[in-house]
C-alpha cells in the first residue's frame, strides 16, 4: 500500500502565519504539524508515502524529509504551482499523482493539514477484510456544526449518503481526509475525472462513488483538528500543547 499526504494548499484564510512557511510545516507541540500526521500514518505502515506539495515550498519540505528520522519512507512530489490559481484542486492533483506514479491502489489519503488521534489501523484492517473502498469519519455531535462539512449517513457501517455543507444534516458524521481507496476506487477517481467531474473538494468524489461501488465508513471519536484558519491552529496548539 502506498499512501500520498496532501500538502499542496496555499491556505489563504491563514494570513501571515504561511507567507514564508507552508501550514503543514507550523509547529504544534514542539514539531510540525506534518511530523503528527506521520506518526498517525505509522500504523498503516505504508510501503511509501508520497508529500504532495506545491513548488512554491518544496525546499521547505525537502528539508523536512533531510531531517527526518521515522520509520516511513518519505518521497516528494512537487505539483508545479506557485500560487493558488495555478493548482489543479485537490481531486485534479490526486488524480495526476496517480497516473504519473503509475499507483494500482490500495492508495491511503490523508490531508496535511488534518490533526486527530485516530488508530488508522482500523481503516486498514477494515479494507482487508472487504476489499472496499474505506473513509475515515468523525462525529461533531451538532447539526450546527455538520452544516459546516461534509456529512455521511452511516447504515450497518456503510456510507449510503453524503452531502456537501448540508442545510438540513441527516447525521453529525463528518469526513475527515483519511481516505483508503482500494484498487477499484482508485481506477474509479480516474474515471471520475476522465468525465470531467469537479476537481476540487475531495468530498466531491464521495457521492459520485457511493453511488457505484460500496464505501465503508468508520466513526472514529477522540480528537480531529481540519486546521484551516488562525481559529483552528490556536485551538489545536491549546489542546496539544
Known amino acids: ?33 506534518l511530523a503528527h500526521v506521520l506518526h ?22 525537502d528539508a523536512f524529509i533531510a531531517s527526518y528520522d521515522g520509520p516511513l519512507q518519505l518521497e516528494l512530489a512537487v505539483e508545479q504551482a506557485q500560487s493558488e490559481g495555478e493548482k489543479p484542486g485537490a481531486l485534479g492533483a490526486l488524480g495526476q499523482l496517480v497516473a504519473e506514479y503509475r499507483l494500482p491502489g490500495p492508495l491511503f489519503i490523508v490531508g496535511g493539514d488534518n490533526l486527530f488521534d485516530f488508530d488508522l489501523a482500523r481503516m486498514a484492517s477494515l479494507h482487508e477484510s472487504t476489499g472496499d473502498d474505506v473513509i ?19 447504515e450497518d457501517g456503510i456510507i ?25 476506487g482508485v481506477r474509479a477517481l480516474a474515471t471520475y475525472l476522465a468525465a470531467g467531474g469537479e476537481r476540487d473538494a475531495l468530498g466531491h468524489f464521495l457521492p459520485w462513488r ?12 477522540g480528537t480531529w483538528f481540519d486546521i484551516g484558519d488562525h481559529e483552528s491552529y490556536a485551538a489545536a496548539c491549546a489542546h496539544f500543547g
Open 1 to 33: 500500500m502506498d499512501a500520498i499526504v496532501l500538502a499542496g494548499g496555499f491556505a489563504r484564510r491563514m494570513g501571515e502565519l504561511v507567507r514564508h512557511t507552508p501550514k503543514q510545516l507550523l509547529p504544534v507541540a514542539g514539531e510540525p504539524l
Open 40 to 61: 498517525s500514518l505509522e500504523a498503516v505502515a505504508p510501503d511509501r508515502v508520497l508529500l504532495a506539495v506545491n513548488a512554491a515550498f518544496a525546499s521547505q519540505f
Open 136 to 154: 475515515g469519519l468523525y462525529d461533531v455531535g451538532d447539526t450546527g456544526l455538520a452544516q459546516l462539512y461534509g456529512i455521511a449517513t452511516l
Open 160 to 184: 449510503v449518503d453524503f452531502v456537501e455543507k448540508p442545510a438540513e444534516p441527516r447525521s453529525t458524521l463528518a469526513a475527515t481526509a483519511c481516505w483508503l481507496l482500494s484498487p477499484g
Open 210 to 221: 457511493i453511488g457505484r461501488a460500496t464505501v465503508r465508513g468508520i466513526a472514529y471519536t
